[in-house]
Every structure is written in C-alpha cells, then in structure tokens.
C-alpha cells in the first residue's frame, strides 16, 4: 500500500469515527454546560455538574435503575432455565414429532415479540401481571434464539462423556448439570451478554406494560422525562442520557472484546 | 369473521402512507446501512492508524438504548438550538426544522436508524474479512491486482453469505426499530414519519382500537413469514456447500 492510499485510509476511517461518536460528545459537552453555554458551542465557558443535580433530582432513577437491574435478572434466569432444557432436549433427546417441534420454536425467530404486542398485552393482562416486573420479563423467557444456541452448544459435547457419566450412575438431570452446562460456559456467557444489552436497552413492551414508577425501568423513565410537556432543557436532557447509559457504556468499555465476541457468537448461529 | 378489519385496513389511506413509509424506511436503511457497515469494516480491519479507537466509535452505537440514541440526536435537530442548524447558520443557510416537516421528518429518523446500526453490522464483515486467507492477498499482489479489483473480485464474492445474513436482520429491523419515533416525531407531522409497528401500537395502546391492531398485526406476521421463508431455503442452500 503507498503511503498516500494508507494516508487516505486512515483519514476516511477515523473522519467516520469521530461523526460516528460526535451525538455522544455534543450531549457530553451539553451535560457539562449550562443551556445557554451548550447550545452556543461557546468552548471556553465553564463546566458545571448542574445538570447532572437536576436531571438526579427531576425523577426515581434509583427505582429505575432497581427496576431494569430486576428486569433483565428475571429475565435472564427465566431463560437460563428453560433454554436449557429445551436445548438439551433439541440436542440429544428423542422424542416424537421433534423435528416438528423444533421448526414451531425456529418460527418464533421470526414472529418478534415486538410485532406481537397487542397479542401478549391480552395475555399478561388475563395472567393478572400487567405492571409487574414478571410481566414484562415474561415474553422472551422462552427465546427460541436461546433454545437454538444451547442446542449448537450442546449437540457439540462428545457422546463419550454423556455415555461416561451415565456408567458412573448419573440421572440425565445430572449429565445435563454436571457434564452439558459446565462445557457450555462460553455460551452462557454470550447469551447473558446479549441478553443483558437487549433487554437494558428494550423500551416498547415495558412501555406497554408498566405504569408506575415501581415497575418503570430506566428507558421508559427517561422517554417520560424527556417528553417535551416536561419542558425540560436539552442540557437536563443529556445529562439524563448519560447517567441512564453510563453502567453499559462503561462495562463495555471495558469488555469491548467480549462484548464483540458475545454478539459474534450470538448472530452466526 | 373479521375480514371486515382488514377491508377497514385496506380503506384506510394511513395505512397505505404508513406501509409507503415503511417500505421508504427499509428500502433506505437496509442497504446504506450494509454500505457503511462494509466500509467501516474494510477500514477496521486495514493497517491504519489509532485502529482501536475506530472500532470502538463504531460499534458503541450499538450498546445505546434507542431511545438514549433518539436523546442524543434531538440535540441534533432541533431548531435553531440544534447542532445541525448551528452548523447551517455558520454558512448562512436558514433554519430548518428537521422534524417538525413531513418532507424530512422519515429522514431524520432513517439517520438514526442507520447510526445505530451500522456498526453492528459491521462487526460480522470484521469475523469474516479476517477468515480471508492471506495468501489470496499475497497472490493478487504479485499478480499486480488494484485493489479496487481485489475488493470486488474476491473480497465481496467471499463476504455474500454473511451479506444475505447480514441483509435479513436488517429486514427484520427494519420492523422492529421505531423506539425513536417516541422521543423525536411521534410518527407526525401528519403521519409522515409513521412505521407500522407504531401504528400498531397507536391504534392498540391509543386508539383502543384492539381488532384493527391484530388484524395489521397478522399481515406483518404473513411478510415476516415470507422473510422466514427465503432465509430457510438460502440456509438450506448454504449447507450444501460444506
């Protein structure tokens, strides 16, 4: 490569960079400044924690912060559980009508519970769960992505220590806890990495399903802060942003490579 | 029973603007975001300089709530305060109320859907730009290949399953994202930016209009299908090959 070309390369790659991150360093520069300060890029005014103070004050966001911490804890122990099972039941069980099954629980790939709200909001009303964290948590406990990525995980443990195991007087329960899931760790914890980003960051069902600050968690509680009949300024608003982003960002910061490995290992299936 | 929802569906003229917008929506954001995806690949995984900081400003998008993304880009867009408009105003250029105007409205937010995504994508080209044997490179080097020519002869052919793979979830996102539709139109002004999915839940959680919701429901149901549909027989395909 000549050394124009690479130049070039560097250029354009880092340009994209910097627009790429730019909506998150205008609101870190708007949490930092007063309003007026903000929005008049005026650079060599003064910071301020101010907006940090009236955005903490303005609403619950330890409730909320409980809350989501909550939701995706249920969430993911509801899925741990049952993807478990079923995947080891999809990878080495024989049952009739398995195949069957298994394309009935693929399909639910493509039937989002997203599309499926107004279905499910009947549902969770009639169970006697609306606005209750079990509720919300209820819909993707038995994720067919989940059921699919332990059964791969699972179908790829050599028979010979099943059959070990089996001679040396385990139930299957006990094959599945002590040989199945100890083997299955990396795989564990890249679904529990997707699934805690998917669900820290979900907004329309619990839109949906919550209606009190005791069940809210932190996106419906900021999309309710930041709603314009509030008359909250852009500065208060930022500030709000950061703080309800700032635990992921900064794990991720942190754990960018397994991050990237999780969502990797999630997607090509 | 109940196909009368569906011929209510079909005379409705928000419904058409809506699936009109949704397709607009998909038709723009599946393959500018797959483009920058590419692109912010290739890049990522050159030899160019401060490397790591360009790969994690490009997949840090994709760990923000959209709804902390919508927050961040209304800062943005609005009116005379905006960055947009600031920016604007330093060449002389009116004011433009990005949002608040149907002609732009579905734009802004196709530029926060494509923000957000793109960077996502991108990590699956970056895994499978790095399964590319070196030696083709090397080959193609002595055999005084451009690298324009490289690129479209053998990197894209080698990338095509992972840009079908990569194509279907952009699809099916392109159903699911509308978080930002919240904090920035709200689907207006008159109904301009409005996606299915919120119109579904407009008509279901505003309206209290439940019948026509799950009728709108099951035809997304039915293209999602056929969605499903193509990406069995492409699996199928791809098996085969190994």
Not at chain 1, 160 to 176: K, Q, T
Not at chain 2, 219 to 236: E, K, N, T, W
């Amino acid at each position: 490569m000549t050394s124009l070309t690479k130049f070039m390369d560097s250029f354009g790659a880092i340009l994209l960079a910097i627009i790429w991150i730019a909506p998150l360093l205008f609101a870190f520069w708007a949490a930092t400044h007063s309003t007026s300060d903000a929005v008049n890029l005026n650079l060599f005014s003064p910071w301020t924690m101010d907006n940090f103070r009236v955005a903490w004050n303005g609403a619950p966001w330890l409730k909320y912060f409980l809350n989501t911490f909550t939701l995706v804890t249920v969430i993911l122990i509801g899925q741990f559980i049952l993807t478990t099972l079923a995947g080891f039941a999809f990878a080495q069980l024989q049952f009739p009508g398995k195949d069957y099954v298994f394309i009935l629980v693929l399909m639910q790939l493509f039937i989002l519970p997203e599309v499926l709200i107004v279905e499910n909001y009947a549902m969770v009303s009639r169970l006697g769960l609306f606005d209750t964290i079990l509720g919300v948590g209820m819909p993707y406990m038995a994720s067919a992505f989940g059921i699919f990525l332990m059964r791969q995980a699972f179908k790829g443990v050599p028979i010979e220590l099943h059959e070990a195991a089996r001679i040396e007087g385990c139930g299957l329960l006990g094959i599945l806890w002590r040989v199945y899931v100890p083997l299955a760790k990396p795989t564990y914890l890249a679904y529990a990495l997707v699934s805690v980003s998917t669900h820290w960051n979900n907004f329309l069902w619990p839109l949906i399903v919550t209606n009190s600050p005791d069940t809210r968690p932190l996106t419906v509680g900021l999309s309710i802060f930041g709603a314009p009949e509030n008359g909250v300024d852009i500065s208060v608003i930022s500030a709000a942003t950061l703080m309800s982003v700032a635990p992921l960002l900064i794990a991720f910061l942190i754990f960018q490579r397994q991050f990237v490995q999780a969502f990797l290992r999630a997607g090509i299936k | 029973m109940g196909t009368e929802n569906y011929a209510d569906l079909f005379a409705d003229p928000t419904f058409w603007l809506v699936v009109k917008n949704n397709l607009l929506y998909a038709g723009v954001t599946i393959p500018v975001s797959i483009g920058i995806a590419l692109a912010m690949a290739l890049w990522a995984n050159s030899k160019i300089s401060a490397r790591g900081f360009v790969r994690t400003a490009y997949f840090t998008p994709t760990v923000l709530p959209m709804i902390a993304a919508a927050n961040l880009w209304l800062f943005f867009y609005t009116p005379g305060l905006g960055v947009l408009d600031q920016i604007g105003s330093l060449f002389g250029l009116p004011s433009v109320n990005w949002l608040g105007q149907p002609e732009t409205a579905l734009w802004a937010i196709i530029i926060v859907t494509i923000w957000k995504e793109a960077g996502f994508f991108m990590i699956f080209y970056l895994a499978a730009l790095q399964t590319i044997p070196e030696d083709l490179k090397e080959a193609a080097d002595i055999e005084g290949t451009s690298r324009w020519t490289y690129t479209r002869r053998i990197v894209l052919p080698l990338l095509m399953p992972t840009t079908l793979f990569i194509a279907v979830n952009a699809m099916i996102n392109s159903v699911k994202l509308i978080d930002h539709l919240f904090i920035l139109t709200k689907g207006g002004p008159s109904d301009a930016s409005k996606l299915i999915l919120y119109y579904i839940w407009e008509m279901a959680f505003a309206f209290f209009d439940a019948p026509h919701a799950a009728a709108m429901t099951i035809l997304v149901i039915a293209v999602l299908g056929i969605v499903a549909a193509v990406q069995f027989l492409y699996l199928d395909k791809r098996t085969h090959y190994q």
